[in-house]
C-alpha cells in the first residue's frame, strides 16, 4: 500500500509535488474508505480511495505517468547502457532540463515500511536510496553512479558484500538497483518482497486506450481471476451479459492464427426476454460495455487481493451512474487495495454524503506552466458545506480558465 508518492521536475511538474494517502483525523466514512493497518507499533490510516480532478493539460495524467514510470525502471529495467529513459523533465525554464528529477515512494511491504527515492536524467539513474523506517529510518540500500564512467556504484547495503557485489554488477548505470536483483543470480526476502510489490501489487496505469479486454481475459484464463464473479458485477451494474467465451473456428491462414494472439476473439452471451439467449460477437458490444467488462476485471482482482491500481479517464465510454457505481462497488466489497482515478465528472462532486474530503484531490497549472497538486481537505470547512456548487463557480480552482463565446475572426 501506498502512504506517499512525490515527483519532481516531471514533465508538466517542476516543485515537488506529493499526493499523500494518509487519511486525516475525521472519521466520516471511515468504515469504507480507510485501510488501518498496525506496523512497527504504529497504526496507519490510509486512503483506499482517490479522485483527481483538474482541467485538461493541468498534470493529473503526468501523476500517474511518473508513477508508471517508476514502476517500469524496477520491473523493465533497460538491457543496454545506451538506453534512454523514456521521459521528460519539466521543459518550461532553462535550468529544470539541466538538473536531476527525483521521484519518492513511501509504501508498506509484507508489514513493513520502505521509503524509497531515485533520481534520474535522461541517461542515467543519478542516486537510488532505499530506507526502512519502524521506530528509526534505516538505510538499507544506498546507490550513486559515476556520470563519466558511467559506472553504479552499492556505497551502502544491507546485503553481505559478495552478495553486494554480485548485485552491482549487474547494476547498469540507467537501471535501478531493485531491478537489476530481478535478474541477478542472488537471494534476499526484503529486496525479493520490494520487486515483488512493483511488479505485482503496484499494477500498470491504465488509460482509455489500454486493451482492459485482453487483458482481463488472460487473467481468467489463467485462474487469477473467477469469469462468474466478473460476470455478476457486470449484471449489478445492468448488463444483461450470462456469460463470454472465446470463439472457436478453424484458421484461414498462418497470419490469422499469429493474430489471435493479439486480440482475442470473444463472444459474448445475452438473456433476453422473449428470445431466452442471444450470442455476439464481443467487438461488436458497445464501447462503454468493453470498457466496463475491463472495469469489472479490475475490480474483482482489488476484491480478491491487495492491488493498486491507477486509472486515468476513469469516465471513458461510461454512463456516470456507472461511474459511481463502480467506485461505490470498490469502497464497500475491498479490504486492502487502493484505486486513485483521474476524472472530469463534476457531478460525482454532489454525492456529498458518500465523499471524504481528503480522498478529492485537484491538479492546476501556476503562473510558470508548471503542475500544482492539492488536496480539498486543505480548504476552510465554511467553503465546503456545497463541493459540487463550490468547484462549479471556481471557488477551489483546479477549472479551465474560459473566455467568452464570440470569436473575433476575420472572414
Known amino acids: 500500500m501506498i502512504i506517499n508518492f512525490s515527483v519532481k521536475n516531471f514533465g508538466s511538474i517542476k516543485e515537488r509535488v506529493t499526493l499523500s494517502f ?18 512497527g507499533g504504529k497504526e496507519y490510516r490510509l486512503l483506499k480511495l482517490i479522485m483527481l480532478y483538474g482541467p485538461n493539460a493541468s498534470g493529473k495524467s503526468t501523476i500517474l505517468k511518473a508513477l508508471n514510470f517508476l514502476r517500469n525502471l524496477v520491473v523493465k529495467p533497460a538491457n543496454s547502457k545506451s538506453e534512454e529513459l523514456e521521459f521528460e523533465p519539466f521543459l518550461f525554464d532553462n535550468e529544470s532540463p539541466k538538473q536531476n528529477s527525483e521521484i519518492v515512494i513511501d509504501f508498506l511491504v ?37 556520470n563519466e564512467k558511467q559506472f553504479a556504484k552499492i556505497k551502502k547495503s544491507h546485503l553481505k558484500n559478495g552478495k553486494s557485489k554480485v548485485l552491482e554488477s549487474f ?42 479486454t485482453n487483458l482481463i ?10 469469469k462468474n464473479k466478473i460476470l455478476k458485477i457486470l449484471n449489478q451494474a445492468d448488463f444483461s451479459l450470462v456469460d463470454l467465451n472465446e470463439k472457436d473456428f478453424l484458421y484461414k491462414s498462418r497470419e490469422e492464427f499469429l493474430n489471435s494472439f493479439k486480440k482475442k476473439s470473444l463472444i459474448s452471451t445475452h438473456l433476453i426476454k422473449d428470445i431466452n439467449q442471444f450470442e455476439l460477437n464481443f467487438e461488436a458490444e458497445s464501447k462503454g460495455t468493453q470498457r466496463y467488462f475491463g472495469l469489472a476485471g479490475l475490480l474483482s482482482l482489488m476484491i480478491k487481493s491487495p492491488r493498486v ?3 486515468d479517464e476513469i469516465e471513458s465510454s461510461i454512463h456516470p451512474d456507472l461511474v459511481w457505481h463502480f467506485l461505490l462497488t470498490f469502497l464497500v466489497n475491498t479490504r486492502h487495495s487502493q484505486l486513485v482515478v483521474t476524472t472530469h465528472l463534476r457531478d460525482l462532486l454532489a454525492e456529498e454524503d458518500s465523499i471524504r474530503k481528503d480522498s478529492i484531490w485537484f491538479t492546476e497549472l501556476k503562473e510558470d506552466r508548471s503542475t500544482d497538486l492539492f488536496s480539498l481537505a486543505d480548504f476552510p470547512k465554511k467553503e465546503l458545506k456545497n463541493i459540487y456548487r463550490a468547484y462549479k463557480i471556481g471557488k477551489f480552482g483546479a477549472k479551465p480558465r474560459l473566455k467568452d463565446y464570440f470569436l473575433d475572426i476575420e472572414d
Request: proline share 0%; hydrophobic share 40%.
Open 309 to 311: 491500481i491507477f486509472i
Open 22 to 39: 494518509e487519511a486525516r483525523r475525521d472519521s466520516e466514512l471511515e468504515d469504507y474508505y480507510v485501510i488501518k493497518k498496525n506496523v
Open 110 to 146: 509484507k508489514d513493513q515500511r520502505f521509503n524509497y527515492l531515485v533520481q534520474f536524467n535522461k541517461k542515467a539513474i543519478v542516486k537510488e536510496e532505499l530506507n526502512k523506517i519502524d521506530k528509526r529510518k534505516s538505510l538499507f540500500l544506498l546507490r550513486i553512479t559515476d
Open 217 to 226: 481475459w488472460d487473467l481468467i484464463v489463467k485462474e487469477k481471476i473467477d
Open 171 to 212: 547494476t547498469l548505470w540507467n537501471n535501478t538497483v531493485i531491478g537489476a536483483f530481478s535478474k541477478a543470480n542472488i537471494d534476499d526476502d526484503i529486496l525479493k518482497s520490494i520487486y515483488n510489490w512493483f511488479n505485482e501489487e503496484l499494477m500498470e496505469v491504465f488509460s482509455s486506450e489500454t486493451d482492459l
